[in-house]
């Protein structure tokens, strides 16, 4: 395992280290407090995945949580509960202008979930342990899903009086997730284990215990990263545009998009080694 490079040193919360050629392994590293996001970690876990995102020497990234009992317990509610225009509103401030203020604060939270939408490379989320709230807002967020079959997910945010407003609602209805489930597990802030989130889509694979799922993301992110960067993502770009437009939308998007990636030195590396029968090598993007 390579040690972290210099600009991802910078972060109290959040540990990155580079397993294999071209992957990145980005660990919640809060796990005295069950990885639970403070403030601070919303903000950090955005700078993390937008360096990842322009890293040349990244092509693919798994994400977990650090220690052995949770992937995310969501919010750090002793600090939003005293702290922010939520916790502690400026009650000097008319009723629109303090609803103002929690606004700002919902939209910069939200940015940080999708911050790993909008990262260029294909992302794998591993859940293990605990798993709730803003664990799996950041987990739809995610390009491919992995859960230990001791996970206990949940969407707390019911439970404290609140609908999720940070990423889960807007995106679970288009992970290809039963309605009637996901509906009857946020309504009623339901704890759910792994085996059934496999049953219903939302991870494509469960394991029984932290490591073999480890090592399984490792072992696919390994097989990624000797794709053309081009080609993997330009599919994960393709995809997301595709999946909230039209099917001509996304035809006619792709063919634009392809007009030029086809052109790639990738591409004819690609097919020459198909006819060679010979395992291709890129160069970095």
């Not at 995610?142 to 940070?166: F, H, S």
């Not at 609602?169 to 792994?194: D, Q």
Request: glycine share 8%; hydrophobic share 40%; proline share 5%.
């Amino acid at each position: 395992m390579v040690s972290p490079s210099a600009p991802y040193e910078q972060f109290t919360f959040f540990r990155t280290t580079f397993p294999a050629l071209f992957v990145a392994h980005v660990e919640t590293n809060r796990p005295g407090k069950l990885n639970a996001f403070n403030h601070e970690m919303f903000h950090e876990i955005r700078q993390v995945f937008n360096l990842l995102s322009y890293d040349p020497n990244v092509r693919v990234i798994v994400y977990s949580g650090a220690g052995p009992r949770g992937f995310c317990a969501g919010l750090d509610v002793e600090e939003s509960s005293s702290t922010g225009p939520v916790g502690a509103p400026n009650t000097d401030r008319d009723f629109p202008r303090q609803s103002w203020d929690v606004r700002r604060h919902a939209l910069s939270y939200q940015e940080s979930v999708t911050s790993l939408e909008r990262c260029e490379k294909p992302i794998i989320c591993l859940m293990h342990g605990v798993a709730f709230g803003a664990g799996i807002n950041f987990a739809t967020a995610a390009d491919v899903r992995y859960a230990t079959r001791d996970m206990k997910l949940c969407l707390q945010e019911i439970n404290v009086g609140l609908a999720p407003d940070v990423g889960a609602l807007s995106r679970m209805p288009k992970l290809g997730v039963s309605y009637s489930w996901t509906k009857e597990v946020i309504y009623a802030g339901k704890v759910v284990g792994g085996d059934e989130a496999l049953r219903v889509g939302l991870v494509s694979r469960v394991f029984d215990t932290k490591q073999e799922m480890v090592e399984a993301a490792l072992s696919w992110a390994k097989e990624v990263a000797t794709k053309s960067p081009v080609a993997v993502q330009s599919a994960k770009a393709l995809w997301d545009f595709s999946r909230d437009r039209p099917v001509a939308d996304g035809l006619l998007y792709t063919a634009a998009w392809n007009g030029t990636m086809v052109l790639s030195d990738d591409t004819k590396k690609g097919i020459t080694s198909a006819l060679k029968k010979r395992k291709p090598t890129f160069e970095k993007l």
